[in-house]
């Protein structure tokens, strides 16, 4: 038995390759593939130089102090206004003209920028290596006598390609050529030609090779669903198929697709600074300015793991309801942790609320930025110490110890620039901190599973078939260098051509690829992609085939794709049965509330089904909560301003006056409960704002004037019983004449829809408070009751001319509230059966014929939203089957 006691390592290794290298699995011991980076690091273990590598953020900042010390003239301008900008724009500089042959002096016949560097290279100060200090630091080594182990590094492409740093090192390295190694000159010509040979040729009328397919797909998920199937019908073929995609998110949706079909799984992963964890830190840097953005607050309280702790459900719903800090909801949960002497979670609200006079008309100050990065840190350490005690592989711990690396980096940039910090610098900070982000989604591969490839020129040489999936891609930034400087650097012996040279490499690279892939070749472009530019390759290699070579993917569009290579399986969808109309429910559960309200009634009247999820089965929503939309939010403030000026302890004593409360006590609500509406971007909004609410405020004090009218409160609960049950509904507003004369004023902001209902007798609200504040359920005391809409933003009251409020102009003829509210007391009376049979109608599926009559009182159409009004807000439309799921 022969036995070598020398082993030697072969790396192969290419220019074009970058990111994470696919692994063949029929590698020998000793054998690997990686890009240049894997080489230095596999030089630097070798003779012990292996050191943790330096973020990119980190040798900004570190050459941001140098630059700081540095007598610059031409970026002098550049680095006092955009210090990180500046100062990443001249690293990366710096470092391209190293790889080229730069030795850092100063030389007239450079570039006037190039001054700037030479001036710079000559402060001493720390900067992590770069590429080209690594190379040089393994030379070092290597003239110190360290020798390298027996070795052997295939190049696959031609040495010229390589910047011009890497030619000492490679002459110091044992170096062969791969038999697929092409010059930057000779050999494109015969890639492009082998390709478009295999693609069928320049002739549109040549036959494409059988070998080569190519479909579109309107759907990611029809896409990855094709492949997986295909890979399941050829088995014995996966291991050497490799799949291009350059999308993450494409990829996961892959993974989940081959193992839901026994496939094994390519691997992928997904890295996103948008990590619910790592989002604390742009959202504490939000909630520094004065007034604070609602939206930022409330994505902060609804974080998996939100730093406000126990209390931030209970904040989150009443940032949602009242977007402001310090409305009445707000002091309401706040009051509460008071009462039960929770004192930490009082602290860690005030620690992270915005910072007093912080405002967006004027930059921030870098203290404010490093005391909230201290804080984020703190708390992120703290999170992660935690979690370690239970389980040190939590994902999350990680997580939390990035969050603190990145809060320190921010802070260390805030310190490094000026002292006042725009919100777009800020952001320009922010970015830079968070390079690189967190794994959200990540897949181990599995053994004998294809081959997944993010970059075409990395393509393995086990893998005889490609599925490029997603033909997009491809594309490089163009030099950072102007003409006229390069060529005053080849003046100096600095042939700077990066960007010219890398482009050439990769593309030669992917041509080799491709001529030399045994197989088959299918290529599936994706709709969703139409707005990115699409991979050079591809676009020379299709202008070959036929106008109408493409297949779409779906089915029913123009029947299932040819088979590619094999029978590709067929699936009809099984689209989901749309359920019943008819609910069958035990009657058992369907007991009786012994309360009841105005949505109560509507709900019960309208629609049997979302009655029962909300009141028998208890259903609630999402804890997700959202700021309320516009609209809502404009009728929430403007019904809170009516009701300060109007319901308070001070009446205004004439309509000028109340204009002026009006005015002010919106002013008043903006920071509390209006927040939005304070941002400098809602400036306009507010200004109208202020003017309908001052007119609306003129309007209704005439109003009152007019009809001998006293405000008897606003949101005040009349009592009593309606329909035989205790009701707890709360009409907006409840006015009383001297004679004891009562009306019912409700609240809107807008809509033209409001009169519509008067004239079609079915403003069921009105009736329904009218009713109630009567005390009266059969409709005879309703007589002397009247009621209106209040449209604020016309300042126009909406009133049935057969009981209006008095000194009303806008009396619209139609059916009195008395006749509303009779026809809702009858329809209530015999529309009920349901409850006792058990059988629940969802009615708005149901056609208009086959309804209950008096059930159009509640099922209103929205012209606007095609829907019902009662189906516009409901929970449930997915349940009943009135929406699709998405």
């Known amino acids: 038995m022969s036995y070598s006691p020398t082993l030697r390592h072969n790396l192969q290794t290419s220019i074009a390759w970058r990111g994470p290298l696919p692994i063949n699995p029929l590698s020998a011991f000793g054998q690997s593939t990686g890009s240049p980076e894997n080489i230095l690091d596999w030089l630097e273990q070798q003779l012990g130089h292996k050191r943790k590598p330096a973020s990119n953020a980190t040798r900004v900042l570190q050459y941001a102090a140098r630059l700081g010390k540095a007598q610059l003239k031409v970026s002098a301008a550049s680095f006092a206004l955009d210090t990180w900008g500046t100062a990443a724009n001249l690293l990366q500089r710096r470092d391209d003209l190293l790889m080229w042959g730069w030795n850092g002096k100063s030389d007239k016949r450079l570039p006037a920028l190039a001054s700037d560097l030479a001036e710079t290279e000559a402060i001493e100060g720390p900067l992590a290596p770069g590429t080209s200090e690594r190379i040089n630091l393994i030379l070092c080594a290597l003239n110190d006598g360290q020798v390298l182990p027996s070795h052997q590094i295939i190049i696959r492409d031609h ?25 930057p000159t000779a050999g494109k010509n015969t890639a492009l030609h082998s390709i478009q040979e295999r693609l069928g040729g320049k002739d549109i009328n040549t036959k ?3 070998s080569l397919m190519w479909w579109r797909a309107a759907s990611d998920t029809a896409a990855a669903d094709a492949v ?49 964890i790592l989002q604390v830190l742009p959202l504490s840097i939000g909630l520094i300015w004065d007034p604070v953005d609602p939206a930022i607050l409330l994505d902060m309280l609804t974080l998996p793991k939100s730093p406000f702790g126990s209390a931030a459900d209970g904040l989150a719903k009443a940032v949602a309801e009242q977007p402001g800090i310090g409305g009445e909801l707000w002091n309401k949960v706040v009051n509460g942790l008071k009462t039960d002497g929770k004192t930490k979670a009082l602290d860690k609200i005030a620690q992270w609320l915005p910072v007093a006079g912080a405002t967006r008309e004027k930059p921030l100050p870098q203290k404010a930025i490093i005391e909230r990065c201290g804080l984020v840190s703190r708390w992120a350490m703290g999170m992660a110490a935690f979690l370690s005690k239970s389980d040190f592989h939590d994902p999350l711990v990680s997580a939390f110890e990035q969050l603190a690396n990145q809060s320190r980096v921010l802070s260390a940039l805030a310190g490094a ?25 990540e897949k181990v591969p599995e053994a004998g599973g294809p081959t997944l490839l993010r970059n075409l020129a990395n393509l393995p040489d086990h893998c005889e078939w490609l599925i490029w999936l997603g033909t997009t891609g491809g594309q490089h930034a163009p030099s950072s260098w102007s003409v006229s400087e390069r060529e005053a650097l080849r003046s100096c012996g600095i042939a700077i051509e990066s960007a010219e040279l890398a482009l050439t490499a990769e593309r030669l690279a992917e041509r080799a690829a491709l001529c030399h892939l045994k197989g088959g070749l299918l290529a599936i472009e994706l709709e969703s992609h139409s707005d990115m530019d699409t991979h050079p390759l591809w676009v020379e290699a299709s202008a070959g085939l036929p106008h109408d070579a493409w297949q779409p993917l779906e089915l029913g569009l123009a029947g299932p794709p040819r088979d590619w290579p094999t029978p590709l399986a067929v699936h009809k969808l099984n689209l989901l049965v749309q359920p019943d109309p008819i609910w069958h429910v035990n009657p058992m559960s369907l007991h009786d509330i012994e309360t009841s309200s105005y949505s109560e009634i509507e709900t019960r009247l309208g629609c049997p089904l979302k009655w029962t999820f909300d009141y028998a089965a208890r259903l609630n929503p999402s804890r997700v909560a959202g700021i309320l939309s516009e609209f809502r939010l404009f009728g929430t403030i403007a019904h809170k301003v009516l009701e300060i000026t109007f319901g308070g302890p001070t009446i205004p004593a004439n309509a000028g006056e109340a204009e002026e409360m009006a005015i002010t006590a919106f002013r008043g609500l903006l920071p509390t409960e209006a927040a939005p509406l304070a941002l400098p971007s809602a400036a306009r909004a507010r200004q109208r704002l202020e003017a309908q609410f001052g007119h609306a405020a003129r309007e209704f004090h005439d109003l009152l004037s007019r009809g001998g009218y006293r405000v008897v409160g606003f949101e005040v609960e009349p009592g009593g019983k309606l ?10 507003c409840i006015l009383e004449t001297g004679q004891g004369v009562k009306g019912i004023v409700d609240l809107k902001y807008a809509g033209k829809k409001y009169r519509e209902w008067i004239e079609n007798g079915t403003a069921v609200q009105l009736a329904v408070y009218a009713a109630a504040v009567a005390g009266d359920g059969n409709g005879g005391g309703l007589t002397n009751t009247a009621a209106a809409y209040f449209i604020i933003d016309s300042a126009r009251i909406f009133t049935p001319a057969s009981s209006p409020i008095i000194g009303s102009n806008d009396q619209i003829p139609g059916p009195s509230i008395a006749d509303t509210w009779s026809r809702i007391a009858t329809a209530l009376s015999v529309t009920t059966t349901w409850l006792k049979t058990g059988e629940v109608p969802a009615r708005p599926r149901q056609a208009p014929s086959d309804w209950p009559r008096g059930t159009e009182l509640a099922l209103r159409p929205n012209k606007r939203e095609n829907a019902y009004e009662l189906c516009i807000h409901c929970d449930h439309s997915v349940l009943c089957g009135k929406k699709a799921i998405e």
């Not at 040495?159 to 010059?183: D, N, V, Y």
């Not at 002292?419 to 967190?438: F, I, M, N, S, Y």
């Not at 205790?726 to 907006?732: E, I, L, Q, S, V």
């Open 417 to 441: 620039t000026p002292a006042l910090l725009t919100e777009a610098h800020l952001e320009r900070l922010l970015t830079a901190a968070q390079e690189g982000g967190a794994t959200l989604v």
């Open 723 to 732: 329909d035989g049950r205790d009701f707890n509904g709360r009409p907006d």
């Open 159 to 183: 040495p010229s390609a390589w910047p011009k740093a890497w030619h000492p090192l490679l002459g110091r390295l044992t170096i062969a050529q791969s038999q697929f190694s092409l010059t």
């Open 228 to 276: 997986a199937t295909l890979l399941a019908a050829n088995g014995s073929r996966t291991a050497t198929t490799a799949i291009l995609c350059e999308d993450p998110v494409l990829a996961s949706l892959l993974d989940d697709r081959l193992r839901q079909r026994g496939v094994p799984a390519v691997g992928s992963s997904i890295k996103s600074s948008s990590h619910p």
């Open 208 to 210: 494409p090779d059988e």
